[in-house]
T-cell receptor
Framework: RKEVEQDPGPFNVPEGATVAFNCTYS??????FFWYRQDCRKEPKLLMS???SGNEDGRFTAQLNRASQYISLLIRDSKLSDSATYLC?????????????FGAGTRLTVKP | EAQVTQNPRYLITVTGKKLTVTCSQN?????MSWYRQDPGLGLRQIYY???????DKGDVPEGYKVSRKEKRNFPLILESPSPNQTSLYFC??????????????FGPGTRLTVL
């Protein structure tokens, strides 16, 4: 089993749609969780951190479910500019803050 | 401007010819990492460093070396490159925030082809 698993997609949605991605992780000791966005052939950039209580940033909402070991990302009112690959990132173990594991990414295409 | 720089951005080389990819950050970050990205596999960590003279293996260290003599620089060395090291490489840096990792800042990537 991969340490971090994501549905690779692609997800093709119309503008204005709501889309949700899930990511599961295998290490119950993980404490840091993030969603990154990666545009084609570019470097990943932090979209948002994921906190236990869940957090929202504009149209984006991230949730963490420790019991089931998954995190989610919800995008509301999709824009064309949201088209990208979304990477789920989890740290491997507590106190080892530089040892991160990336999912393979979920590709999103928003169409007019 | 806060940034991570990598050089070269593109490199085509031949099997066995030693090469170094440089990485530099200007944010005074303690943590630095190297990743490779291959289709369907996502980013995999090659090596990481938690401070000067402190380095450790990631998931796929075979065939690579690193050094951290200065805080800002973290070069990746391929002593004898092979075709299976053809990949897109990213350097990243971050600063610790208590017990949680702060966001990682990535360089623009180095696309390496080994013939």
């Amino acid at each position: 089993r991969k340490e971090v698993e994501q549905d690779p997609g692609p997800f093709n949605v119309p503008e204005g749609a709501t889309v949700a991605f899930n990511c599961t992780y295998s290490n119950s000791a993980s404490q840091s969780f993030f969603w990154y966005r990666q545009d084609c052939r570019k470097e990943p950039k932090l979209l948002m951190s994921v906190y236990s209580s869940g957090n929202e940033d504009g149209r984006f909402t991230a949730q963490l479910n420790r019991a089931s070991q998954y995190i989610s990302l919800l995008i509301r009112d999709s824009k064309l500019s949201d088209s990208a690959t979304y990477l789920c990132v989890v740290n491997k173990a507590p106190y080892n803050n530089n040892d991160m594991r990336f999912g393979a990414g979920t590709r999103l295409t928003v169409k007019p | 401007e806060a940034q991570v720089t990598q050089n070269p951005r593109y490199l085509i080389t031949v099997t066995g010819k030693k090469l170094t990819v440089t990485c530099s950050q200007n944010m005074n970050h303690e943590y630095m990492s190297w990743y490779r990205q291959d289709p369907g596999l996502g980013l995999r960590q090659i090596y990481y460093s938690m401070n000067v003279e402190v380095t450790d293996k990631g998931d796929v260290p075979e065939g690579y070396k690193v050094s951290r003599k200065e805080k800002r620089n973290f070069p990746l060395i391929l002593e004898s490159p092979s075709p299976n090291q053809t990949s897109l490489y990213f350097c990243a840096s971050s600063a610790p925030t208590g017990r949680r990792t702060d966001t990682q800042y990535f360089g623009p990537g180095t696309r390496l082809t080994v013939l």
